[in-house]
């Protein structure tokens, strides 16, 4: 993706922030060297809004605001795995419900905080996890066999029920240099 980044809008372009590996959608790039450590400063004084869609497992009906700390435990056998803890960093992330697909919700999740896998681990945290999650709420051995490329695509519809995570960077909402942007995707990632 950088490489088309660097193609179409030049060599000094780079990306501003990072999505999951699995997460489809939208990531935000800045044109110069500038721009991009404008925009980066911009995520970090949460001046930049973004909107994930998730679909998740169970039937959420009311809007809820999830704010658990988040820590990285490096003792853990699965090292990019964090945690729900009381002596964690803050972390809060308002999810919405929308609609009710079989025995699954989609929701739009709105972090508010920035911290690793935090939409994840926060929806995992209250039971409905994302569909697809191939870490959170799966056996470590079969999370570490993912995370090595190890996952076959048979055990992992077995052990995980689902292809990819069931997240999507839906929309991004900032003003840059006196103009206010709302990018929305308009890919449907609920396709198959």
């Known amino acids: 993706m950088l490489d088309d980044i660097k193609y179409y809008l030049g060599d ?10 699995e997460t489809s959608g939208l990531v935000l790039a800045g044109k110069t060297k500038q721009d991009e450590i404008n925009l980066k400063k911009m995520f970090e004084q949460k001046q930049i809004q973004k909107y994930y869609f998730a679909l998740v497992k ?11 700390p988040i820590i990285t435990n490096k003792d853990m ?14 972390a809060i ?18 972090p508010l905080t920035g911290r690793q896998h935090q939409i994840r681990v926060h929806l995992y945290s209250i039971g409905h996890p994302i569909v697809g999650e191939p870490i ?44 206010k942007y709302s990018i929305v995707s308009k890919e449907n990632f609920l396709k198959e």
């Open 12 to 21: 000094d372009a780079n990306l501003a922030h990072r999505i999951d590996k």
């Open 58 to 68: 169970g039937h959420l009906k009311d809007t809820i605001t999830i704010d658990k």
């Open 77 to 90: 056998n699965i090292k990019v795995k964090v945690l729900i803890d009381d002596n964690g960093k803050k």
């Open 93 to 110: 992330t308002e999810i919405t419900p929308i609609k009710t697909i079989g025995e699954n919700t989609l929701v739009i999740a709105k």
């Open 136 to 179: 959170y709420g799966v056996d470590d051995v079969i999370a570490d066999k993912y995370l090595k490329g190890a996952l076959s695509d048979e055990e992992r519809m077995k052990h995980i029920g689902h292809n990819r995570l069931m997240l999507h960077a839906q929309k991004i909402e900032f003003e840059y240099k006196n103009l």
